[in-house]
């Protein structure tokens, strides 16, 4: 789709609407340059272009592809393809969204081609427009203000990125879990965004050399360069911080798995004791249940009773009582022994080791 299409001459738009693409080219000869803008264009409507402006076919195969990085390329009749990588931070999802913003560039034309919700052009035009002087640098300033309006949209996508990290880091640090696939998540964004940010540096790198003859617009050119500068220093740390609260968050996982097996130790131990406990016990009662001859014609009173019955259950308690006490002492007696260094047998005790030197 066709967003805008205008003629701009000595720094000025020549028509109040858009021209048709038909008469763009035809524009060209006159002087000044044509500033085409498309979004997402489809296959028919690509072709009309190439053909309207003698694009190379590789260039606009280019234009139709989502790439992972930024790129600048030369094709014949001097047409510079410059690829962009746009981001928008969404604060209803907290996620990045990405775009691509396809430029060609020739020597009195300009065509933009945009792929995703995150590549909106229209500031950087009305930026150019109501500043001739820069309109009147041509194409190269056209190409500076979509490079400037791209890098200032990656710094609100730095600043919210950097606020996920904060919340996330300080879940990590005060000793609650935070949820891996979370900081799985952002970290993979972060690498996306890094990825678009990076390789910019060298196609701005390339646009400061060949804006060398255009000494009027290589400070603002350098300005841009400065600028993504900063933003790829803080995207490169806030990729190795995500990968330190990631490895952090796993420590605090496995602290806390620690934790639960400790507390399932000291309850298999309680219960293990109960059942040591419980053994001897379940012995006696089902040996004095069996209601054998004696036992039935000799307990005939309470005393009996008490003395058979109470007794053998209390004698098992206290021989088991008094075992574990003494296994107790003997492990406590263990840890608290000092180690005895081991001399070597063939080391002389006696003998001064010999001095060296």
């Keep these: 789709m066709i967003v805008d299409c205008a003629h701009y001459l000595d720094g000025a738009r020549q028509e109040a609407g858009a021209i048709r693409l038909e008469d763009a080219a035809q524009y060209c000869t006159a002087g000044g340059f044509v500033w085409l803008g498309l979004f ?16 190379h076919e590789l260039a606009v195969e280019d234009a139709r592809t989502f790439h992972l990085r930024p790129k600048l390329e030369v094709f014949d009749a001097g047409v510079t393809l410059v690829i962009l990588r746009t981001a928008r931070y969404n604060d209803a999802r907290e996620e990045v969204d990405f775009g691509e913003i396809s430029v060609f560039i020739g020597r009195n034309f300009v065509i933009t081609v945009r792929q995703g919700v995150a590549s909106e052009l229209h500031a950087a035009r009305a930026r150019l427009e109501q500043h001739p002087e820069l309109m009147r640098l041509g194409t190269e300033a056209v190409l500076w203000a979509i490079l400037d309006q791209v890098v200032q949209g990656y710094e609100p996508v730095v600043a919210g990125l950097e606020h996920d990290i904060e919340q996330v880091e300080g879940t990590v640090f005060s000793g609650s879990v935070a949820p891996t696939e979370r900081i799985y998540l952002l970290r993979r964004e972060v690498s996306n965004f890094y990825r678009a940010a990076h390789p910019l540096l060298s196609v701005l790198a390339a646009v400061e050399r060949t ?16 600028s993504l500068q900063l933003i790829n220093e803080e995207v490169a740390a806030q990729r190795d911080l995500l990968g330190t609260i990631l490895q952090a968050n796993i420590a605090v996982i496995s602290v806390a798995q620690t934790r639960v097996g400790v507390r399932q130790s000291t309850t298999m131990e309680r219960l293990t004791i109960l059942s040591t406990v419980f053994l001897p016990l379940t012995f006696v009662t089902g040996f004095f249940g069996q209601n054998f001859g004696w036992l039935v014609n000799n307990i005939d009173s309470m005393w009996t009773f008490v003395l ?12 088991l009582r008094v075992w574990l006490r003494r296994t107790q002492a003997a492990a406590e007696a ?24």
């Design 308 to 319: 058979l019955g109470l007794g053998t259950l209390a004698v098992p308690l206290i021989v």
């Design 334 to 357: 263990e840890e608290r022994a000092p180690e005895v260094a081991q001399v070597p047998a063939s080391a002389d005790v006696g003998q001064p080791l010999p001095v060296s030197g």
């Design 211 to 226: 804006s060398g003859d255009n000494k009027a617009l290589l400070p603002y050119v350098r300005d841009v360069h400065d």
């Design 40 to 55: 997402e264009p489809t296959p028919v409507e690509m072709e009309d272009v190439r053909q309207a402006f003698g694009l």
